[in-house]
Nanobody, 122 residues
Framework: QVQLVESGGGLVQAGGSLRLSCAAS????????MGWFRQAPGKEREFVARFRRGGSTLYADSVEGRFTISRDNAKNTVFLQMHSLKPDDTAVYYC????????????????WGQGTQVTVSS
């Protein structure tokens, strides 16, 4: 059974940084597409970044240059380093995984974590 457990969310001022972690069990992060999505109140879940199992990364335009997705294969964990945070980044951030899909559509990802709240104050 796959489990994805996010951590690292919190309250930060605009311009600050946070690092989110997603600890995986029941799958190998290096053999899966690992993605980060976010959902703000009243909005649809949106793509943030993904790490394809072959090693390539993809970012949403809104976070390109500010966020970095990475993985630690030994710890079977994926990270999302977030810099220059803005109030618009406020959302619940979710880790997602899929064995084959590597796109940006949330509905195509098979496994999800419970989410971690990120709040950016102005």
């Amino acid at each position: 059974q796959v489990q994805l457990v996010e951590s690292g969310g919190g309250l930060v001022q605009a311009g600050g940084s946070l690092r989110l972690s997603c600890a995986a069990s029941g799958l190998t992060v290096s053999s899966s597409t690992m993605g980060w999505f976010r959902q703000a109140p009243g909005k649809e879940r949106e793509f943030v970044a993904r790490f394809r199992r072959g090693g390539s990364t993809l970012y949403a335009d809104s976070v390109e240059g500010r966020f970095t997705i990475s993985r630690d294969n030994a710890k079977n964990t994926v990270f999302l380093q977030m810099h220059s945070l803005k109030p618009d980044d406020t959302a619940v951030y979710y880790c997602a995984a899929d064995p084959t899909y590597y796109g940006v559509e949330a509905r195509r990802y098979e496994d999800w974590g419970q989410g971690t709240q990120v709040t950016v104050s102005s």
